[in-house]
């Protein structure tokens, strides 16, 4: 198997943006310590919004070039306008179903199942990915795809050695919990394969900034009436929930999803998101670093599988638009 340096970019690029995600789990529970979950989402798109608007304006103002003889999604997106009923809609689907419910159904699913429920449907997440992706985009699930899937989620599997005994999935008392997790998880697949379908008419930082502010304002409903927004609370925030606040939306949500929307741009989406069976395995080495935590010679070899798993699907295949 030839590994081309193309391929090479594409897989230090996904352990790139996935390490970059993996830095929110330490964040999302320093910022849930002062605010609810619909509180932070907000201010975490309200935030990368805006810090990702100045690229945008940029980017806007930049005269096109008419000499690249292969137009890519973010030339076939210039000149579309938002504002047009059709574009306009399309960013409210993509916030009211994959941006708004992903962080509140997980956090309010998590808080009522167990920990290792939680991690286990999580992993549901690159499975959901493929098969919208077969059916909204026209992705093809190859033998390679399938294979690349299993090798990463056994990868995940070997580091995060469940306690099978302990685990309630099928139990009547964390069910709905489980759903609500399982839920959240669509939402996230939803949000990956519909931004695949956006980067066909924009830019990414278009779908980004267009599809954040959009996520603000169908935010403003549930913080009226899930969680009243006073200023006293804003007042009460420390300086550790503004830096939390500023790693999820500059960091996570922000520069990650650029390079996320730059590699949808190059790979198919079922295949990016096998690479998202990394993200325990990037969380344990940067507990390790932050918290001083003990990695052992399991969670190395999970995390070594699961990178193979990623390695498999991008270096064996092309997307289905090359």
């Given at each position: 198997?030839r590994?081309?340096r193309r391929?090479v970019?594409?897989?230090?690029?996904?352990?790139?943006v996935?390490?970059m995600?993996?830095?929110?789990y330490?964040?999302y529970?320093?910022?849930?310590a002062?605010?609810?979950?619909v509180?932070?989402?907000t201010?975490?798109?309200l935030i990368a919004?805006?810090?990702l608007?100045?690229f945008?304006?940029?980017?806007?103002g930049?005269p096109?070039?008419?000499?690249?003889?292969?137009p890519?999604?973010?030339?076939?997106?210039a000149?579309?306008s938002?504002s047009?009923?059709?574009?306009?809609a399309?960013?409210?689907?993509?916030?009211?179903?994959?941006l708004?419910?992903?962080?509140?159904?997980l956090?309010w699913g998590?808080?009522?199942s167990?920990?290792s429920?939680?991690?286990l449907?999580?992993?549901?997440i690159?499975i959901v990915?493929?098969l919208l992706?077969?059916v909204m985009?026209h992705?093809r699930?190859?033998?390679?795809?399938w294979a690349?899937?299993?090798v990463?989620?056994?990868?995940?599997?070997?580091?995060?050695?469940?306690d099978?005994?302990?685990?309630?999935?099928?139990s009547?008392?964390?069910?709905?919990?489980n759903?609500?997790?399982l839920l959240?998880?669509?939402s996230s697949?939803?949000?990956?394969?519909?931004?695949?379908?956006l980067l066909s008419r924009?830019?990414?930082f278009?779908?980004l900034?267009?599809?954040?502010?959009?996520a603000?304002?169908?935010?403003v409903?549930?913080?009226i009436?899930?969680e009243?927004?006073?200023?006293?609370?804003?007042?009460a925030?420390?300086?550790a929930?503004?830096i939390?606040?500023?790693?999820?939306?500059?960091v996570?949500w922000?520069?990650?999803?650029?390079l996320?929307?730059?590699?949808?741009?190059?790979?198919?989406v079922s295949?990016?998101?096998?690479?998202?069976?990394l993200?325990?395995?990037?969380?344990?080495?940067?507990?390790?670093?932050?918290l001083?935590e003990?990695?052992?010679?399991t969670?190395i070899?999970?995390?070594a599988?699961?990178?193979?798993?990623?390695?498999?699907?991008?270096?064996?295949?092309t997307?289905?638009?090359?």
């Amino acid at each position: 198997m030839r590994i081309s340096r193309r391929v090479v970019v594409d897989v230090l690029l996904l352990v790139l943006v996935n390490t970059m995600w993996a830095a929110q789990y330490a964040a999302y529970k320093t910022a849930t310590a002062r605010m609810g979950p619909v509180t932070v989402s907000t201010w975490t798109f309200l935030i990368a919004a805006l810090t990702l608007l100045p690229f945008l304006a940029r980017e806007r103002g930049r005269p096109s070039s008419g000499s690249s003889s292969q137009p890519n999604a973010s030339d076939q997106g210039a000149g579309q306008s938002p504002s047009k009923l059709g574009n306009l809609a399309d960013f409210f689907v993509l916030a009211i179903l994959g941006l708004v419910p992903a962080p509140a159904l997980l956090a309010w699913g998590t808080d009522r199942s167990t920990a290792s429920n939680a991690a286990l449907i999580y992993l549901t997440i690159p499975i959901v990915t493929a098969l919208l992706a077969s059916v909204m985009v026209h992705e093809r699930m190859t033998a390679v795809r399938w294979a690349s899937l299993v090798v990463a989620l056994a990868g995940v599997l070997i580091l995060s050695d469940f306690d099978w005994r302990h685990l309630g999935l099928a139990s009547g008392k964390y069910a709905f919990a489980n759903v609500l997790i399982l839920l959240a998880c669509a939402s996230s697949s939803f949000y990956n394969v519909f931004c695949k379908k956006l980067l066909s008419r924009f830019t990414p930082f278009e779908v980004l900034v267009y599809g954040y502010l959009c996520a603000v304002i169908a935010s403003v409903p549930l913080l009226i009436w899930v969680e009243p927004f006073r200023w006293s609370d804003v007042q009460a925030y420390n300086a550790a929930t503004w830096i939390a606040l500023l790693v999820l939306s500059v960091v996570s949500w922000g520069l990650a999803m650029v390079l996320w929307m730059y590699l949808l741009t190059r790979l198919d989406v079922s295949q990016a998101s096998v690479s998202v069976y990394l993200l325990p395995f990037l969380g344990v080495l940067i507990s390790s670093v932050t918290l001083r935590e003990r990695i052992t010679s399991t969670m190395i070899l999970g995390g070594a599988v699961t990178l193979v798993g990623t390695i498999l699907v991008t270096s064996t295949e092309t997307t289905s638009g090359s």
